[in-house]
């Protein structure tokens, strides 16, 4: 059976939200569209009130200036249950005195819909869901990834306009998380239902979502699509934050005949094409940096790490400087190995010293060498 | 291994030090008078008799030696002093679960400033001993008209339970899931009603605990009953017990007298006990 969808576009209008006194709005005018039908990940690190435009968007929390609309209705002075929102929190997803039959039907008890209807759709979500066999039993009797499942369910069974989850996986362990990640695409794919998926965790979002939105501080700093986001992050902290290993920041100097020189002339740098900014950092991330073994380099091995079939590498000078690099080739290098870096400049990305802004130069797609 | 075995030795040295006493009691109250003073002291009697009891409530039975017996004189003031005491323990119960549920739930749930200070303060009138009270309450209480009834005893011993119960509720309460009250929000309740319909059917066992520990407390206080409710008919069972202690000489009839004031806490604590095993074991 083909399951009702809902879906429905998501406008935050300017939105501003401030607790109390708060000297910081942990939201800060943000203006946000959530396309109908979308799965969004909303990814930022702890305070930068990720959890705040959940809690918005839910109605859970007023908002101090702003509009929200969910389709064309103004939703926002409608209290949180007349909403048509559901919502999977990080910490309780289920009432631990209920059976998950009654912990799902709990919402459309509150609809008063008749109890065939009710019965109806239970089961139609717990065939999805294959939980059930588990209807009777209370959320403490059922393994973390039966929770999960149960909680969707309870989530989708109202057929929301909406559906917000808080950090869902955060409390299981790594191996489930990235079971219920694909159970969840696979969901969004079948439903469509708009979704807004909360995390801390970039490499979650990035996996599941169609677009990521990053917010920090109370602001939203960049909306784009997982692959735009990662390579053209709109700053150097993002470049940093959605990176899976640690982000070369190469603050670099101007010499003579275009080479860029940086950590005291340690590194020197030819990159192709025209004229660059006066000042700039090189932004490189580890995959686009490589070494090869060069007795004459001025840069050491200092450690290594087998990722995979990938090997990290992180590279030293005698003055503390460090990158670090990762090969995917059979050659597996030791500590103390002295190594050239060298940039992949397709990829390569400027930043502004000062804003930290990323700057629009684009290298030519040429490896250059170290001098 | 070793560990477990001392702790069941201890809890065994726990539970006779505990057991023993009442065990005794009840063996006493068993026992015929003569039995009792006439024999050396032992633990199981050799005539065993519910006559303490029977003459206790108001019959006649016979004696050891079959000599008729009537009922104990005592008799009215232990019954009214069980009634009293049924009766302001059960009003204390309702009222401080009223008074004290809320509080606790605000205290633990809601963000609010000198939450701390509060929950110390609330602590503090803890360690009060209710005898460094009685003064002020007994000028008010003689103002208000208040001293020797019933409903002066139930406030004065709401002063007791009612902080213990915000106290123990504030645990209870922070205990349950942060997003519950939340995820009832958006599942169609109001505030109230997420707090009626959620939060307090998931918080019943402790609420049950709460409202055992509010009953027992009240039943058995002593110092409030005794300076404003003795010789009164709203006396409660504690001072009726210890006026038939001081001036009976039958350790038999008051051993009796004493087991049935131990009754209505035991049958309370027996009947939820399911509850309050469950809030050790959960938390809630």
Known sequence: MEPEVLQVGISVESVTKRYGKAPRAALDDVDLEIRPGELLAVLGPSGGGKSTLLNVLAGLEPVNSGRLRFGDEDVTDIPAERRNVAVVFQSSMLYPHLSLRKSIAFALTMQKLPAEEIQRRIDEVAGWQRIDHLLDRKPHEVSGGERQRSAVAKALVSHPALLLMDEPFSAVDAQLRRQMRTELAKLHRQFGTTTVFVTHDQEEAMSIADRVAVMRAGKLVQVADPLTLYRRPASAWLADFVSVQPFNLIPVEHQDGGALSAFGGSLVLKPPGGPLPQRLDLGVRPEHLRITRSESSAFRILTREIIGGQVKYTITTDRGDELVAVRSDDEVLDADTPVDPAVDWAHALAFDPDSGDRLDVRFNEVVASVS | MRRKVLIHILALIALIWTVVPIVWIVLISLMYHHEFASADIHLFPHQPTLANYVRLLGGAAPDWNGTAQGPNAYGP??????????????????????????????????????????????????????????????????????????????????????PLLVWIGTSFFGGLPPGLERMARVDGCSRWRAFARVVVPASRHSMTAMAVIAFITSWDEFTFALIFNTGTPAQTFPPALSSMFFQVSVPTDVAS???????????????????????NLVGL
């Open chain 2, 77 to 162: 003031l232990i019954r009214e002093g069980l009634l009293n005491s049924a009766q302001v323990a059960v009003w204390v119960t309702v009222l401080s679960m009223i008074v004290a549920v809320p509080a606790a739930y605000a205290l633990s749930r809601v963000q609010m400033r000198f939450r701390q200070a509060g929950l110390l303060t609330i602590v503090a009138t803890r360690s009060i001993p209710p005898v460094a009270t009685t003064i002020p309450f007994f000028a008010l209480y003689q103002g208000l008209g208040l001293s020797g009834t019933k409903t002066g005893l139930v406030i004065a011993h709401m002063t007791i339970t009612v």
């Open chain 2, 257 to 279: 007298a004493t087991v049935l004031g131990l009754i209505p806490p035991l049958l309370v604590a027996g009947l939820f006990q399911r509850y309050i095993r469950k809030v």
